[in-house]
């Protein structure tokens, strides 16, 4: 993907208008590990980060979601990547506050082996839909084209970052 600013990455969010909305982007290089998404106007909304346990094993990191642009204090949200996941099962559980005691808030499952996820509550309520955009004709635009389904009383800008982040996790982003 290829960001609005020249020396970055990331990509640009668009409502069904056509209008710009959020805009995400890394202003490093591909696959960073640290992306922040903005509003229009360039105001940070979140920024996040992703924290490796260990070195050794850096794919058993998680991304942290902070508010606004920084990273300090306690993260708003965490995604950690759920490895046992077989096609339809959940393969990232999201928490919010961080309290690993209340349990996941969210979980993410793969619809099918392309772009298409769907994110649903701890009651397994659908909240966001992600499929990958197709033509009038039903040709696909691409992997880095999708459309976006949000429940109505359901953040925006949140569901944008989970989607910013198993774009990461893909290294699409």
């Not at 606004?68 to 919010?96: A, E, H, M, T």
């Amino acid at each position: 993907m290829k960001s609005l600013v020249y020396h970055g990455n990331g990509c640009t969010v668009f409502n069904s208008k056509g209008d710009i909305v959020f805009r995400v982007d890394n202003y490093q290089e591909r696959n960073s590990n640290e992306v922040f998404l903005m509003d229009l106007s360039g105001q940070v909304l979140f920024s996040i980060k992703k924290e490796v346990i260990t070195k050794r094993l850096r794919l058993l990191g998680r991304w942290s979601g902070y508010l606004s642009g920084g990273f300090k204090g306690k993260p708003w949200f965490q995604v950690r990547r759920n490895w046992k996941y077989s096609k339809g099962d959940v393969i990232c559980d999201v928490n919010l506050g961080c309290d690993k005691s209340i349990g996941s808030c969210y979980k993410i499952q793969q619809i099918d082996k392309k772009s298409s996820f769907k994110i649903s509550n701890n009651t397994g309520q659908l909240v966001a839909k992600v499929n990958q955009k197709q033509s009038s004709r039903g040709f696909g635009y691409g992997d880095d084209v999708l459309t976006l389904e949000v429940e109505p009383q359901v953040d925006y800008s949140f569901i944008v970052a989970l989607v910013t982040i198993c774009g990461l996790i893909k290294h699409k982003l």
